[in-house]
Nanobody, 115 residues
Framework: VQLQASGGGLAQAGGSLSLSCAAS????????MGWYRQAPGNRRDMVAD???????NYADSVKGRFTISRDNTKNTVYLQMNSLKPEDTAVYYC??????????WGQGTQVTVSS
């Protein structure tokens, strides 16, 4: 599966940004799609994911601020990020968890939140 991410950029604290990630290839093999993020010097952590049936999962740090959604007809997942905080600054990576147990990754996209 190939993943093409878009969106992100620069926002002020309290602002909003959105990300999208389009999957192509063997998309029927995708179970979950979502986002991880990695700040400099930190590990890559899960932000949010959504299953093919719409079950969502969020990191505690983004609950109530971020919303993940998915359009299965377009094989695209979206992340709406509201009430952004400087600690949300990171490179965000789209991922697709496949039914066979492997994970594919998209290229990272930078999100920077200024205080």
């Amino acid at each position: 599966v190939q993943l093409q991410a878009s969106g992100g950029g620069l926002a002020q604290a309290g602002g909003s940004l959105s990300l999208s990630c389009a999957a192509s290839g063997s998309t029927f093999t995708i179970h979950k799609m979502g986002w991880y993020r990695q700040a400099p010097g930190n590990r890559r952590d899960m932000v949010a994911d959504i299953s093919r049936t719409g079950v969502t999962n969020y990191a505690d740090s983004v609950k109530g601020r971020f919303t993940i959604s998915r359009d299965n007809t377009k094989n695209t997942v979206y992340l709406q990020m509201n009430s952004l905080k400087p600690e949300d600054t990171a490179v965000y990576y789209c991922h697709a968890a496949l039914y066979r147990g492997t994970t594919d990754w998209g290229q990272g996209t930078q999100v920077t939140v200024s205080s």
